[in-house]
């Protein structure tokens, strides 16, 4: 059954530098999505992406963050200098249209230090 | 983002049915109503999803109320893998139809 990859499993990184994390949704689908959940805390939404634009995003998606569909395959979320509050589980997730529904990857653990 | 209200948890036996339930007073006419669980330490997975109509499919059943103002997700036979955090989403399908989560009812499986 396909399934979202998500790389690397777990990233610890210093404040201040920048991360990319890796996705790469079901090969037909054409939404995409980032969404974090600090440990403990409820999943929140964070920026959707269609047709190699970005379609919507939260008041979390400021100018540190940005996101690229590099190759038709990937899709990455990247945080330009990261803060401590950063830490957060990050869950990549696709779907196929509209009315389908959405699955997520495994999340990359980022850990900011 | 419409709202949902849910218990914070709930225990069932093992192989016994489970009704979770869901209240969405101020649903509107396009809201559909989806239900996503997030087992430990993995991502969101999509349970199911109604409009009007009950709804089954190979994972759980949903009871729609008549007045769409709340909801039920049944799950017939209550394994230990069920034990996760179950979430209610109201979302129309329009444009991205990004989910909202809330915090969810964290089911507890009793062997």
């Known amino acids: 059954e396909p399934e979202v990859t998500q790389t690397p499993s777990h990233q610890v990184t210093q404040m201040g530098q920048e991360v990319i994390l890796r996705c790469v949704p079901i090969?037909?689908?054409?939404?995409f999505y980032w969404y974090r959940q600090i440990l403990g805390q409820k999943v929140e939404f964070l920026v959707s992406?269609?047709?190699?634009?970005?379609?919507?995003k939260s008041e979390i998606f400021d100018d540190q963050f940005s996101v690229e569909r590099p190759d038709g395959s990937n899709f990455t979320l990247k945080i330009r200098s990261t803060k401590l509050e950063d830490s957060a589980m990050y869950f990549c997730?696709?779907?196929?249209?509209?009315?389908?529904?959405?699955?997520f990857g495994p999340g990359t653990r980022l850990t900011v230090l | 983002d419409a709202k949902t209200t849910q218990p914070n948890s709930m225990e069932s036996n093992e192989e016994e049915p489970v009704h979770l339930p869901c209240n969405h007073s101020?649903?509107?006419?396009?809201?559909?109503i989806h239900w996503y669980r997030q087992l430990p330490s993995q991502g969101p997975e999509y349970v199911i999803h109604?409009?009007?109509s009950n709804v089954n499919n190979r994972m759980a059943s949903l009871a729609i109320a008549e007045d769409r103002k709340s909801s039920t997700l049944i799950l017939h036979r209550a394994t230990l893998r069920d034990a996760a955090v179950y979430y209610c989403?109201?979302?129309?399908?329009?444009?991205?139809?990004?989910?909202?989560f809330g915090t969810g009812t964290r089911l507890t499986v009793i062997p």
């Open positions: 101020t649903i509107s006419g396009t809201d559909y």
């Open positions: 997730a696709s779907r196929l249209g509209r009315a389908n529904e959405q699955f």
């Open positions: 090969s037909n689908h054409l939404y």
């Open positions: 992406f269609y047709n190699n634009e970005i379609s919507e």
């Open positions: 989403i109201l979302g129309t399908q329009t444009g991205a139809n990004n989910l909202f």
């Open positions: 109604g409009l009007t």
